[in-house]
């Protein structure tokens, strides 16, 4: 299975797994470094991707695109 692939997995058992008003979240590392967490808003169906850079405040967007985020966490995993 390909990186990708196991992004997208884990990026669509956090939409099966959002309940209510509580946000699920989902924490993506390399080598035991967080890179950045997801987290899914059921209400409105966004993705909000927290990006985590050494040193600095962590930047937040929001995606409503599983695909586009999958693209933009590979990216991230690959640096």
Known sequence: MSQL?????????LQETAAGNEPSQRFFEVE????CSVKYFEKNEMF???????????????FDNI???AIEIF???QA
């Open 5 to 13: 692939t196991g992004i997208i997995s884990r990026l669509q058992s």
């Open 48 to 62: 909000e991707l927290e990006v985590y850079e050494k040193g600095g405040k962590p930047q937040t967007y929001q």
């Open 67 to 69: 695909d586009i985020i």
């Open 75 to 77: 990216d991230l995993l």
């Open 32 to 35: 035991g470094e967080k890179r």
